[in-house]
């Protein structure tokens, strides 16, 4: 019987799609909004949609050209069908992440057509990776990209093929999407597997690669000219300055000299064993990936490394660097490994192949058992006492559970369930269980009603749009620095501060929140001096 007659049968919607299902249900109801991030974009729709202006995007009433346009566009156009909510924004991510899967069985389909196993455990393998999962229920940028991507791919394989119509179209929306979601990583993720298409394309294909790169050349341009049109139109309206920080700010200014998360050559080595958790401490995985040198002329392996190795090298040369711009990475070494397991699945894997994850997941539980401990000690956050110690007994029930199984068919399984249990549910719990220090919304709707009462509301130090979306403020929230706090509160004697604190001081005043590591005050004038030595 082949290695992959055991998932060959198998129904793929039944196996990664039902988790996908699973997770999906079980923690988007959870998800609230965890600043800075997720709540400065979710302003920035806010904005978007109280502006009517969906050409420029703005933060707290100024032009905001960190990111581009299509996440926001998606949002809003939740929200015209649904009414304004907060629970939309997560759907977005969430159907990416699906779409991707469905998207990576169809290229491994393609790619293997003899050996449908292959397409059966790809999606398992990229679902289960621990990256994927956390970002499927989290508002980011990465996994449309990633879909844009794997659209981009699959494309390709029509260009060099014989659909070059159906390819150059998918290929222009591929790259103009990838543009509009997340900017130039879309190229970094396409240019080099376009590059080497001589390389990986199949013996005896309908199509010249020098055919096929004319083409590409050619859907590229018009895939550009389509996020070009938005980038004109934004300059039109918001001015040259805001051009220069879309193109160069957040574009080239990454790749050469980043101003944030500058990062040195090797950094993405280490975290990539955070990325592909728990594959990458699987050694029955690392003993198939071993096998894969005799079979590096197939055109689906070629592909994948031609994806894989370029991209993670030119990953490691730009200089601004961050574990989620490796998303792109993973559908390809999802490819690879899957290939490499085929033959394999029926096999029993070694008595100790789980024994790296096993050892991790002991540890968690270990970590999780001290928590409470800690959370007694000084400097501590706030809200870590809220984590009961019986969470230890989850990591502990998946290590075990990945030891006991041992074919490898459903190692592939029990892995991948068990990542998507402990990811999501880690993520769940971190949400629920660290709420008031995380959730702005009670003290969004303070500040709102604050505002809605005619008091002038300001904020001490750096903003980044926490509080618009939550408590639906229409008006921006003016910033003040330490030494101007003085002068504008003799100037608006009702006014109120919103202040972000280490300690609260004593007595505590009425409205006060935890937030994040320490605290946030909602301050008036009298309230003031107490704060400002400790205020940042």
């Not at 699973?22 to 979710?42: G, H, N, Q």
């Not at 050409?55 to 707290?60: D, E």
């Not at 199984?405 to 999501?424: K, Q």
Request: proline share 9%.
């Amino acid at each position: 019987m082949p290695g992959g007659a055991a998932f060959a049968g198998a129904d793929w919607p039944r196996v990664a799609l039902l988790l996908w299902v699973v997770f999906a249900v079980a923690v988007l109801p959870w998800r609230t909004l965890t600043p800075i991030d997720e709540t400065r974009y979710a302003t920035v729709a806010w904005e978007m949609w109280l502006r009517r202006d969906f050409v420029v995007l703005w933060l707290n009433g100024e032009p905001y050209g960190h990111k581009p346009p299509l996440l926001f566009w998606l949002i809003c156009a939740g929200w015209w069908l649904f009414g304004v909510n907060a629970w939309w924004p997560f759907v977005i991510p969430a159907a990416a992440s699906a779409v991707s899967l469905l998207l990576l069985h169809r290229i491994a389909s393609r790619l293997w057509p003899e050996r449908p196993a292959v397409a059966q455990v790809a999606p398992l393998l990229l679902f289960g990776a621990a990256q994927w999962i956390v970002f499927s229920a989290a508002l980011y940028f990465d996994l449309l990209l990633v879909t844009f991507v794997l659209l981009g791919v699959h494309a390709l394989l029509d260009l060099a093929g014989d659909r070059p119509w159906r390819g150059g179209t998918w290929f222009a929306v591929a790259i103009g999407g990838g543009l509009l979601a997340k900017g130039p990583l879309v190229g970094i993720n396409l240019l080099p597997l376009s590059l080497l298409l001589p390389w990986w394309q199949p013996r005896g294909a309908p199509t010249p690669w020098w055919r096929a790169w004319v083409r590409l050349c050619v859907a590229g341009l018009i895939g550009c000219a389509l996020a070009g049109a938005w980038v004109a139109a934004a300059t039109a309206q918001a001015g040259t300055a805001y051009l220069r920080e879309i193109v160069y700010a957040q574009g080239l200014g990454r790749v050469v000299d980043s101003f944030d998360h500058d990062l040195p050559f090797w950094w993405y080595l280490p975290v990539l064993w955070v990325v592909a958790f728990p594959w990458a401490w699987w050694l029955d995985g690392w003993r198939a990936l071993a096998g894969l040198r005799r079979h590096l002329d197939e055109p689906g392996v070629r592909l994948a490394l031609a994806w894989a190795v370029p991209v993670f090298l030119m990953l490691s040369a730009i200089s601004g660097k961050r574990a989620h711009y490796l998303m792109g990475l993973l559908p390809a070494l999802a490819l690879l490994g899957a290939r490499a397991l085929e033959p394999r699945l029926a096999d029993a894997g070694g008595r100790f192949g789980t024994a790296p994850a096993v050892a991790l997941m002991a540890a968690a539980a270990a970590g999780l058992a001290w928590l409470p401990t800690w959370a007694q000690r000084p400097g501590a956050p706030p809200w870590a006492t809220a984590i009961p110690p019986w969470l230890a007994l989850v990591p502990l029930a998946i290590g075990v559970t990945w030891f006991v199984v041992r074919r490898l068919d459903r190692r592939v399984l029990a892995l991948a369930a068990g990542s998507a249990l402990l990811c999501g549910g880690t993520l769940a719990a971190f949400v629920r269980l660290t709420a008031p220090a995380y959730d702005v919304t009670p003290a969004a709707r303070r500040i709102a009603e604050v505002v809605a009462a005619g008091a002038p509301v300001a904020v001490v130090g750096d903003y980044h749009g926490q509080f618009q979306f939550a408590g639906r403020l229409r008006e921006p929230l003016p910033l003040l620095a330490r030494d101007g706090v003085d002068a504008w509160l003799a100037s608006h004697p009702q006014g109120r501060l919103i202040v972000q604190v280490r300690r609260l001081p004593q007595p505590a005043p009425a409205d006060a929140w935890m937030y994040r590591g320490g605290w946030l005050v909602l301050a008036d004038a009298a309230g003031w001096p107490p704060l400002a030595p400790d205020a940042r």
